[in-house]
């Protein structure tokens, strides 16, 4: 089963994920989606270095050469943006973030963060993953 979700993958154009390429991360097959924690989204989207620790033991879910990436529910979009801009002022690289979001909330978490990002004109890169699939990351904002 995963390895046919897997082969429903689309190539994303940032090299800040994993994609339906050789570098594919698979996660035990017992694991249905809908047990999926946040921290299997990063291990299975993440191309970069997962729980990166800083000076002050906070930890960076996803970093790679461009971007500190924070993965987190979409219900928690506003608590999302602080520790991805926090990272980005740590390490220097852009921040971003990966909602990962269902059908029923997308909309409303989105219209949310945008409306924030946008009155604040933070530099803020959004992604968006559906919980239900593995498609990779979908840019957002």
């Known amino acids: 089963m995963i390895k046919s979700l897997l ?3 689309v190539l994303f154009s940032s090299t ?3 994609t339906s390429g050789g570098g594919d991360k698979t996660l035990s097959p017992i694991k249905s989606l809908a047990q999926w924690k946040e921290a299997d989204f990063v291990e299975f989207h993440c191309r970069g270095e997962i ?7 906070t ?3 996803c970093l790679n050469d461009d971007y500190a990436i924070e993965y987190d529910w979409g219900k928690k979009w506003a608590e999302a943006i602080g520790q991805a ?7 220097g690289k852009k921040a971003g973030i990966v909602l990962i979001v269902n059908t029923a909330t997308k ?3 989105l219209r949310r963060i ?6 604040h004109k933070l530099k ?13 990351p979908v840019r957002f904002l």
């Open 114 to 119: 945008e409306k924030t990002i946008e009155t």
């Open 59 to 61: 930890r960076i879910d």
């Open 85 to 91: 801009l926090y990272y980005s002022a740590m390490t």
């Open 16 to 18: 800040a994920f994993a």
């Open 7 to 9: 082969a429903l993958s």
């Open 51 to 57: 729980e990166h620790r800083l000076s002050d033991k």
């Open 124 to 136: 803020i890169i959004v992604w968006t993953v559906n919980k239900d699939d593995k498609k990779p």
């Open 107 to 109: 909309e409303r978490y």
